[in-house]
C-alpha cells in the first residue's frame, strides 16, 4: 500500500539534511566559542588543537552533508567524533538523558557512510555524473 511512496534518495537527503542542520550549528557553536571548548576539551585530556579539529569537522561535514558531497568521509569522521563523545563524556551518565541523541547520531552518520548520498546532491542538480568518492 504505502510501497509507491518509497524513495531511498529520499530518505537518504533527510538523514544528510537532519545531520547538516546539527552539525552546522554545533561546529559553527565551536568555532565561535573556540577558547571555551579548548578549556573543555583540556579539561578532558584532550590537547587544544582537537577542539579546532572537531569544530572543522562538525561544520565542514555538516556543509558536505547538506550539498551531498564527500559525504562517505564526512559520515566517517562526525561517526569517529560521536564515538569518542560518548566514550569520554556521555557514556557515565547512561543512555536517557546521557549519550542517546549522540548515539542516534552517530547510526545517522554511518547510514550516509554505508549507503552514499544518494541521487540529491548539488552535483546532480548542477547536471554532473556522479561518480562518487569513494573510500
Known amino acids: ?18 545531520l ?3 552539525f552546522i550549528a554545533h ?3 565551536k568555532f565561535q566559542n573556540i577558547s571555551a571548548v579548548v578549556g573543555f576539551f583540556g579539561g578532558l585530556g584532550f590537547p587544544a588543537f582537537l577542539a579546532y579539529l572537531v569544530a572543522a569537522v562538525e561544520l565542514l561535514g ?3 552533508m547538506l550539498l551531498g558531497v564527500l559525504v562517505e568521509w564526512a559520515g566517517a569522521l562526525i561517526a569517529i567524533v560521536m564515538l569518542v563523545a560518548i566514550w569520554s563524556v556521555k557514556f557515565k551518565m547512561g543512555f536517557l538523558g546521557g549519550y542517546e541523541l549522540d548515539f542516534a547520531l552517530l547510526l545517522a552518520a554511518l547510514s550516509v557512510f554505508f549507503s552514499g548520498a544518494g541521487r540529491y546532491t548539488i552535483r546532480h542538480f548542477m547536471g ?4 562518487g568518492m569513494q573510500m
Open 62 to 64: 555538516g556543509l558536505a
Open 128 to 131: 554532473k555524473s556522479d561518480s
Open 27 to 29: 561546529g559553527w557553536d
Open 1 to 18: 500500500m504505502l510501497t509507491k511512496w518509497r524513495n531511498a534518495d529520499l530518505g537518504i537527503l533527510l538523514v544528510r539534511l537532519a
Open 20 to 22: 547538516a542542520v546539527v
